[in-house]
């Protein structure tokens, strides 16, 4: 466990059929060459893990996904956005259990009731007759904050249980994310997920292309799907020109909503190749940076998620902080903070190296600014701990900053912004020309030639 992810990427040419390369779609400069052709790999733990049982009256809020009728395209079904409505209803798990059987006896008439249709049946289902004639409707109850690990001396945890849970790889030495102050359920705490037969998780990279780490504790099968790193531009083109290209002109962030699904016969016929691995209780499921992904379950299944970042994550997450910003996207972590506590920490050369990249910037910007005029003091402590810890966000690119801003007004909340007269509005120093007319500031947290990067030598 205290390797996972690397042992994970080893895997993955086990795992799941190798991607090939397209040209022009390099990933990130620095990215180990482990990446460039692997999606995900499946992990098997030495032996069944422990898993804390949960009742089948046991109630979560279930969320409606909703697929319109789709037309057909070149004899396959045609990709389609899943409609979603969060809070549907509160289900017991006996009775999503019910339904799954239900809809099974529907799908797949003749099956045994007990048995989940076999993994080549239900795609075939999926993609090419699923919402073929009218509306197709799936509960699942997913984003559910928690873990069915073993958690403390009441379920008695033996050693190795300890160490394969989900919460324990995401905090582990190893991984960046330990570095990170506050709790974001389902990526340093984990989410439990539970399923029904065709119950999906749509084409999306995770957030800050961090690595993702997937155990399905009981139940169905999931069938994955995944995308090489060095292909997701490739991914992106087709989902933007061929897929929903209306869509997309209509609404940029529509990959980024998660909640579309392109057939993989689209994307292999477009030189996307297109990996494919059937989860089983009992496996692990580990997606690299980047690495596109999606899937579907066969039937009712438990499964549990997590995040970790190991320092080959590095490249990717710059890249992601680039493409956040572009978009006007406030990003779930604060990467400049992760960056100083794992450089001051020691963690590793890698996250030095890239926090010196930033400060570098940090600076040739801040000398930018002041070269405009712009004054600069010290950052205020209540802005040195708001959000404890997660500095406020640019108003025009959403960017977190940690190290400086420049700012308009004077007062002060625990948002970064307070909206009315006297209010205070901030920007990064890439955007701070847009700010409203005022007397602006710049506000560092840091002064670089006192020796606060120390660490950095």
């Given at each position: 466990a205290a390797a996972a992810g690397a042992a994970a990427a080893g895997a993955a040419a086990a795992g799941a059929a190798a991607a090939?390369?397209?040209?022009?779609?390099?990933?990130?400069?620095?990215?180990?060459?482990?990446?460039?052709?692997?999606?995900?790999?499946?992990?098997l733990p030495p032996s069944d893990v422990s898993y804390s049982a949960i009742g089948e009256e046991t109630q979560f809020s279930a969320r409606l996904q909703r697929i319109g009728t789709r037309a057909e395209e070149s004899g396959h079904a045609a990709p389609f956005i899943c409609t979603f409505v969060s809070a549907y209803a509160s289900v017991a798990l006996g009775a999503l259990k019910k339904m799954d059987a239900e809809l099974r006896s529907e799908a797949f008439p003749g099956q045994p009731a007990e048995e989940p249709p076999a993994a080549e049946a239900a795609e075939r289902f999926f993609w090419e007759r699923l919402a073929s004639e009218s509306e197709a409707r799936v509960l699942y109850c997913s984003d559910v904050e928690g873990t069915a690990f073993p958690t403390g001396a009441r379920d008695g945890p033996t050693a190795r249980d300890a160490r394969w849970s989900l919460q324990q790889i995401a905090s582990h030495d190893a991984s960046l994310l330990r570095f990170v102050r506050y709790d974001i359920p389902g990526v340093n705490t984990p989410m439990l997920y539970f399923g029904m037969l065709f119950a999906m998780f749509c084409w999306h990279v995770e957030d800050s292309n961090m690595y993702s780490i997937s155990y399905l504790h009981e139940g169905a099968p999931k069938t994955w799907y995944g995308v090489s790193p060095?292909?997701?531009?490739?991914?992106e083109s087709v989902f933007a020109d061929a897929a929903f290209p209306r869509d997309v002109a209509a609404d940029p962030l529509l990959?980024?909503?998660?909640a579309s699904m392109i057939p993989p016969h689209m994307l292999t016929s477009?030189?996307?190749?297109?990996?494919?691995?059937?989860?089983?209780?009992?496996?692990?499921?580990?997606?690299?940076?980047?690495?596109?992904h999606a899937g579907?379950?066969?039937?009712?299944?438990?499964a549990e998620a997590v995040n970790f970042m190991l320092a080959d994550w590095l490249p990717y997450a710059l890249s992601a902080s680039e493409a956040y910003r572009?978009?006007?996207k406030e990003p779930a972590i604060d990467l400049e903070h992760l960056l100083l506590d794992a450089a001051e920490a020691r963690h590793s050369a890698e996250a030095a190296v890239r926090l010196k990249v930033l400060v570098d910037e940090e600076i040739r910007a801040r000398a930018s600014v002041r070269s405009r005029g712009v004054p600069e003091v010290r950052m205020h402590e209540s802005d040195r701990a708001?959000?404890?810890?997660?500095?406020?966000?640019?108003?025009?690119?959403?960017?977190?900053?940690?190290?400086?801003f420049v700012q308009i007004g004077t007062d002060r909340s625990r948002g970064g912004e307070k909206k009315g007269r006297g209010g205070r509005q901030l920007a990064c120093l890439?955007?701070?020309?847009?700010?409203?007319?005022?007397r602006p500031r710049l506000s560092s947290r840091f002064r670089p030639f006192t020796g606060e990067f120390w660490f950095l030598t």
């Open positions: 090939s390369p397209v040209a022009g779609t390099a990933p990130p400069p620095g990215a180990p060459p482990l990446q460039e052709q692997s999606s995900y790999g499946r992990v060095r292909q997701a531009a490739a991914f990959l980024q909503k998660k477009r030189g996307v190749a297109v990996c494919r691995a059937v989860q089983q209780p009992g496996e692990f499921v580990v997606t690299l940076p980047q690495a596109y579907f379950s066969l039937g009712f299944n438990a572009t978009l006007g708001v959000n404890v810890g997660r500095g406020p966000a640019c108003l025009r690119c959403g960017h977190t900053c940690h190290f400086s890439r955007h701070f020309e847009e700010l409203p007319e005022g």
